[in-house]
T-cell receptor, first 111, second 114 residues
Framework: GESVGLHLPTLSVQEGDNSIINCAYS??????FIWYKQESGKGPQFIID?????DKRQGQRVTVLLNKTVKHLSLQIAATQPGDSAVYFC??????????FGTGTRLQVFP | DAEITQSPRHKITETGRQVTLACHQT?????MFWYRQDLGHGLRLIHY???????NKGEVSDGYSVSRSNTEDLPLTLESAASSQTSVYFC?????????????FGQGTRLTVV
């Protein structure tokens, strides 16, 4: 069945460094991928998304890379800030608009 | 501003009781979803709806039900609450036909079954 997973449960980075959070997905038919950020006590918030016809998409300080050959997705955060500390989830979906989430990666930013 | 709200934010109930969690969105989105979040499992889909009178089971639907009588609301009912249903519940909505499936999430309901 469909599944999306994350390689690292916790990532610690120094403030100002770049962060890379990785994700593997299993359904080669998935055509939409999305990253969410969840701060403590809050619901997930949209960060960035990408469709399967793209390899890279950039937002403000964030970049998502999609490698369909190895079914791998990554989120890059430039110049990581304390406010970036949160749990990050990747999710994928097929055309039916239903998102399947991974287990999440906790990003910790230290000074 | 349009939003999605869940109520209550916190709930404690006893085993065997029926519990209903409310979800209300003002975006006029057709799609609505319920997820539960447990440590080590991330967000797991319970039920979802693509429109009024439409409901579908997700990956962890046993012991839960939903109804969609209007566009704005998708209440989640626990028929007979069990301790295994202690969790944080998130409701989400998303539009259709707009070229993306970004889902907007509520703030969550923390449910404790004792």
């Amino acid at each position: 069945g469909e599944s999306v997973g994350l390689h690292l449960p916790t990532l610690s980075v120094q403030e100002g460094d770049n962060s890379i959070i990785n994700c593997a997905y299993s359904n080669s038919a998935s055509d939409y991928f999305i990253w969410y950020k969840q701060e403590s006590g809050k619901g997930p918030q949209f960060i960035i998304d990408i469709r399967s016809n793209m390899d890279k998409r950039q937002g403000q300080r964030v970049t998502v890379l999609l490698n369909k050959t190895v079914k791998h997705l990554s989120l890059q955060i430039a110049a990581t800030q304390p406010g970036d500390s949160a749990v990050y989830f990747c999710a994928d979906s097929l055309w039916i608009d239903k998102l399947i989430f991974g287990t999440g990666t906790r990003l910790q930013v230290f000074p | 501003d349009a939003e999605i709200t869940q109520s209550p934010r916190h709930k404690i109930t006893e085993t065997g009781r029926q519990v209903t969690l409310a979800c209300h969105q003002t975006w006029n989105h057709n799609n609505m979803f319920w997820y539960r979040q447990d440590l080590g499992h991330g967000l797991r889909l319970i039920h979802y709806s693509y429109g009024v009178q439409d409901t579908n089971k997700g990956e962890v639907s046993d012991g839960y039900s939903v109804s969609r009588s209007n566009t704005e609301d998708l209440p989640l009912t626990l028929e007979s609450a069990a301790s295994s249903q202690t969790s944080v519940y998130f409701c989400a909505s998303s539009p259709t036909g707009q070229g993306n499936t970004e889902a907007f999430f509520g703030q969550g309901t923390r449910l404790t079954v004792v």
